[in-house]
């Protein structure tokens, strides 16, 4: 409530330098200014809506799903290879953003990491293992919208070959992996470090300090303590 949420992929100097700053969870002032026209803008001239997007173009359809979702029906097909910008998605962003309760949602997952979803995920959300053949996916909604049937079984003929991807625990090295493709050695030992003052005064870091590190960064997906000791060995640390 009252919040706003900002996703910024890195891609340049600008947004290298905004990470930078932001490398350690942190609070900053920001000044927002607008709204302003984009692609979705004439979107909201239909009551049915398909939005196809990759990677961090999904902003823009969030904003309208957002938005218009409550009296549209907006279809969403997503196609992204960053598990982390998934999971924000799964995770932060559904309560709010996804308000269509007559659209599906389909998700298709292209990266090599393993995926954390959420066990009580939206009935309309699917997310597949594989790019979508989007010419029988569209049509597939497109069925969807003319008949009423959300059954993502009634509708398999239409997502191509994929795998679709149950709720599943996140194994303890997948989530370490993942966390060094966001934040580098560096990144991950000072946050450990901090959580490790926070309960001694040795300036060294401790293995609790360490899990604690990896709770925060990685969105409460935390590991097992026996695989924080592979980790340590990244670390140059006093004994």
């Not at 002032?29 to 026209?37: D, E, H, K, N, Y």
């Not at 997503?78 to 949602?105: G, K, Q």
């Not at 699917?126 to 059954?151: A, K, N, T, W």
Request: a negative charge; glycine letters at 6%; aromatic letters at 8%.
């Amino acid at each position: 409530e009252n919040t706003s949420s900002v996703c910024i992929s890195v891609v340049g100097d600008w947004t290298s330098k905004l990470h930078k700053m932001l490398e350690r969870p942190t609070s900053r002032p920001a000044w927002i200014r607008g709204p302003f026209l984009q692609t979705h803008q004439r979107a909201i001239d239909y009551d049915n809506v398909i939005s196809v997007t990759t990677g961090i173009g999904i902003t823009p359809a969030l904003s309208l799903m957002s938005l218009h979702g409550a009296n549209r029906r907006i279809n969403l097909v997503w196609i992204c290879r960053d598990s982390s910008l998934v999971e924000y998605f799964l995770t932060s962003m559904v309560p709010s953003a996804l308000t269509s309760p007559n659209a599906l949602t389909l998700i298709y997952f292209t990266g090599n990491l393993g995926l954390k979803i959420p066990d009580d995920l939206p009935a309309n959300i699917h997310v597949f293992s594989g790019r979508p053949d989007l010419e029988h996916v569209i049509i597939g909604l497109v069925y969807s919208m003319e008949s009423g049937e959300m059954r993502v079984g009634e509708l398999a003929s239409y997502w191509g070959e994929v795998t679709r991807i149950e709720p599943a625990a996140m194994d303890s090295m997948n989530t370490v992996l993942r966390l060094l493709t966001v934040y580098n050695v560096n990144e991950i030992y000072n946050t450990a470090l901090e959580f490790s003052r926070e309960a001694s005064t040795k300036t060294n870091i401790s293995l609790s300090g360490l899990h604690a590190a990896i709770c925060e960064l990685s969105n409460k997906f935390c590991t097992d303590f026996a695989t924080l000791d592979k980790l340590f060995a990244l670390f140059d640390k006093d004994e």
